[in-house]
């Protein structure tokens, strides 16, 4: 493999993607990937509480006695993504199985580290698109061939106090959207109270469906940026304005914690927050990310992926490939114990599962309708979009930094650093 693409990779590494608080604290494990002929050494970004669910997955599979068992080794996730590139270049302690977020896909592939699905996918019929997620299958397809297989699919949603939206807008759900002018219909009565309207969480999230919402596209040629558009600035002035009219949470406020207090009516948040929320003390409940019509049909809400890869690996066999191959069939109808780490698995043998079809965020793959509202910013460039996001949304937000500045600065920053790791290609 080109040294100068793996050195574009670890420089990739730092770029965030932290979807899950799950996937982003704690300690790594042992990172030895071995290569022991009947066992499947098995990386993945889980060190949290979704960590134990998938624990809990793979022990419930090894019990099935199969001829290769999996060997579950669970890292931080700014670990794994630092470890991949390296292991790849020195041809050791390479994974058999690995899983990355959807957004990681396209560059994994453009430089030569991935191994196809395509030949053995011929021997298990059901990995198919129609059992699964369309959004979440159709991106693991880049130029004819299959180069994942989609764990689940996550999503920000809103979550709601009951008792607050019916106090201030009983109406707010009749479709099962909630607006922007409804939002800010509920934060100004809201104000009169000391309660806040929204809460002012993760901003790639919040902004993104936002500025798709407004129609725009991170990039038109899936390469250079498109970001100092009027959808850009539309989208972030819009959420600037809410904070001057105390329609949000302040600076310096936490969220999670008010809306777990009794003290905020609507958070927006990632569907993997179930268990945190489910501790609150009164009736709440999860809908659509906030958005500009009630129109169920133009409404986005941001999702990305948990996908199984093989990265290339002259050590793995054709007898390992197909255990890797029973693994995930066997996962395509055994996924419950991951919807109860407040996922939504990418398979759509759990919409005939009443113990999930009662968790609140299969309300986002339980119609045509809403399995069309997720969309997945696979932008090959993705992750510095995140990291401008992260580092200076806030500031406009909060009054800091002008919407044009914003704007621009994200457009350079972006474009910078996309020329600078073509340069180490």
Not at 369 to 387: C, H, P, R, S
Request: aromatic letters at 10%; glycine letters at 6%.
């Amino acid at each position: 493999m080109n040294t100068k693409k793996i050195a574009g990779m670890v420089l990739m590494a730092g770029v965030g993607f932290t979807l899950l608080t799950g996937c982003g604290g704690g300690n790594s494990s042992s990172t030895n990937a071995g290569n022991s002929k009947n066992e499947i050494t098995f990386w993945n970004p889980f060190v949290g509480a979704d960590g134990e669910n998938l624990k809990k997955m793979v022990d419930e599979y090894n019990k099935t006695d199969p001829e290769f068992k999996i060997k579950n080794v669970s890292l931080k996730e700014s670990d794994m993504y630092t470890k991949i590139p390296t292991v790849v270049n020195s041809g050791r302690n390479i994974p058999d199985l690995n899983i990355v977020h959807a957004e990681r896909i396209k560059q994994y592939k453009d430089n030569d580290m991935l191994v196809t699905f395509d030949d053995v996918l011929k021997d298990f019929p059901d990995i198919k698109d129609e059992n699964y997620v369309p959004e979440a299958w159709n991106l693991g397809e880049i130029d004819g061939a299959r180069y994942s297989v989609p764990l689940d699919i996550h999503n920000y949603g809103i979550y709601y106090n009951k008792e607050l939206l019916d106090k201030y807008l009983p109406t707010a759900l009749d479709d099962n959207i909630i607006t922007f002018d409804e939002i800010e219909e509920i934060g100004k009565k809201a104000e009169n109270d000391d309660i806040r309207g929204l809460g002012i969480t993760w901003t790639k999230p919040n902004f993104l469906s936002l500025f798709a919402q407004e129609g725009g596209e991170l990039s038109q040629d899936g390469t250079a940026p498109t970001l100092d558009t009027d959808a850009t600035k539309k989208a972030i002035q819009r959420y600037a304005d809410m904070y001057k009219e105390n329609i949000t949470t302040r600076e310096g406020e936490d969220p999670a914690q008010l809306f777990l207090a009794g003290k905020l009516v609507l958070n927006p948040d990632g569907i993997w927050m179930r268990n945190q929320v489910k501790e609150a003390k009164f009736e709440w409940g999860l809908t659509n990310s906030p958005q500009l019509s009630n129109d169920l049909s133009k409404a986005v809400n941001w999702a990305s992926s948990h996908q199984f890869v093989m990265f290339k690996n002259k050590d793995r066999s054709e007898e390992k490939t197909k255990g890797i191959m029973e693994f995930l069939d066997w996962v395509r109808t055994n996924s419950l114990e991951w919807a109860k780490a407040g996922q939504n698995p990418a398979t759509l043998d759990l919409l005939d599962n009443s113990e999930y079809t009662d968790m609140e965020q299969s309300l986002f793959v339980n119609t045509p309708e809403e399995l069309a509202t997720l969309k997945i910013f696979d932008y090959k460039y993705n992750g510095f979009v995140a990291e401008y996001l992260d580092a200076h949304a806030l500031d406009v937000i909060f009054g800091k930094m002008s919407v044009d500045d914003f704007a621009s600065g994200m457009q350079k920053e972006v474009a910078d650093k996309i020329a600078k790791d073509n340069s180490n290609n």
